[in-house]
């Protein structure tokens, strides 16, 4: 079941697309159910873009957010391979290579889209 955005979610998200104005994707009028898929899909210009967007997060919420891919609550399915590539960088050089390594499983074992 896809989860609804809290606060916290919803703060994380402004922070990386303050351009975000509401939470409905544009392609499917849907709510968004996940952070990263529209920040990747729908606000950044390119994989750079995306990571700089990312750079942006403080440890706790890159934690936050490894922590929810984890648990499968938060998706990667649909970013493009070069966007999971640069997160995956991100965290192994800020949060740890075993985090790194957990979030390339959980992507590998097939998260569901979800914006």
């Known amino acids: ?3 609804e955005l809290d606060d916290k979610d919803i703060a994380i998200l402004k922070k990386l697309a303050p351009e975000c104005g509401d939470l409905t994707c544009s392609g499917s009028d ?4 996940s952070i990263l898929p529209p920040v990747s899909n729908h606000f950044s210009e390119d ?3 995306f990571i700089r967007r990312i750079s942006q997060l403080s440890t706790e919420e890159l934690t936050y957010l490894t922590d929810m891919i ?3 609550e938060e998706s990667l399915g649909c970013l493009p391979v070069e966007d ?3 997160l995956v960088h991100h965290i192994h050089d800020h949060i740890s ?9 959980a992507y590998e074992s097939g ?5």
């Open 30 to 33: 849907h709510m968004f159910h």
């Open 97 to 105: 290579p075993e985090v790194a390594t957990k979030v390339i499983s």
């Open 47 to 49: 994989s750079e873009d």
């Open 84 to 86: 999971v590539e640069a």
């Open 111 to 115: 998260n569901a889209c979800e914006h």
């Open 70 to 72: 984890q648990k499968g």
């Open 1 to 3: 079941m896809p989860r």
